[in-house]
T-cell receptor, first 111, second 108 residues
Framework: EAQVTQNPRYLITVTGKKLTVTCSQN?????MSWYRQDPGLGLRQIYY???????DKGDVPEGYKVSRKEKRNFPLILESPSPNQTSLYFC??????????FGNGTRLTVT | DQQVKQNSPSLSVQEGRISILNCDYT??????FLWYKKYPAEGPTFLIS?????DKNEDGRFTVFLNKSAKHLSLHIVPSQPGDSAVYFC???????FGTGTLLAVQP
């Protein structure tokens, strides 16, 4: 089954404790992206990747890192999480300029 | 500065009637628009798209209209069904800039 898999689905952590949210897709897509969803703000892009070893900032990249060492994986790294990063995160993949496939989301709470 | 705007946070319609969801954009360079549907606890799923060379695209009960001069697009759902109740996001390529979403509630 074609899918984008994010883990974990729920995460509660404390300020400053490094964490990684994993994202994996099995559709051989070149393009992958991370979004965060906040009330009243819709979905905002954090980082995206056009292919292996090619990443670029989206609209809200501060406080986040990504890597794309393999085509299928695109982890989101928060080196020192802060409460304003409490949000619902979505990973997506697709062929460029085609509809994206989204994962089911990761709800992160930073206390 | 919101480049893609959905000014109605919510919409309630009766089953069987038409649902019209609206979206405005500011960048005339956008050439491809999409609508996504999102249920709680799930990721957004692609619904329908339209290229800027068209003014209408239809897929079953769903039709998207594009008015380039007004920088406005709309999604029509006819007839609306309770299972259509979800948050609907419009988005513009290339970087998939999303609107803030409209929560549609279809009342049985």
């Amino acid at each position: 089954e074609a899918q984008v898999t994010q883990n974990p689905r729920y995460l509660i952590t404390v300020t400053g404790k490094k964490l990684t949210v994993t994202c994996s897709q099995n559709m051989n897509h070149e393009y992958m992206s991370w979004y965060r969803q906040d009330p009243g703000l819709g979905l905002r892009q954090i980082y995206y990747s056009m292919n292996v070893e090619v990443t670029d900032k989206g609209d809200v990249p501060e406080g986040y890192k990504v890597s794309r060492k393999e085509k299928r994986n695109f982890p989101l790294i928060l080196e020192s999480p802060s409460p304003n990063q409490t949000s619902l995160y979505f990973c997506a993949s697709g062929l460029y300029n085609s509809p994206l496939h989204f994962g089911n989301g990761t709800r992160l709470t930073v206390t | 500065d919101q480049q893609v705007k959905q000014n109605s946070p919510s919409l309630s319609v009766q089953e069987g009637r038409i649902s019209i969801l609206n979206c405005d954009y500011t960048n005339s360079m956008f050439d491809y628009f999409l609508w996504y549907k999102k249920y709680p606890a799930e990721g957004p799923t692609f619904l329908i798209s339209i290229s800027s060379i068209k003014d209408k695209n239809e897929d079953g009960r769903f039709t998207v209209f594009l008015n380039k001069s007004a920088k406005h697009l709309s999604l029509h759902i006819v007839p609306s069904q309770p299972g259509d109740s979800a948050v609907y996001f419009c988005a513009a390529t290339n970087k998939l800039i999303f609107g803030t979403g409209t929560l549609l509630a279809v009342q049985p």
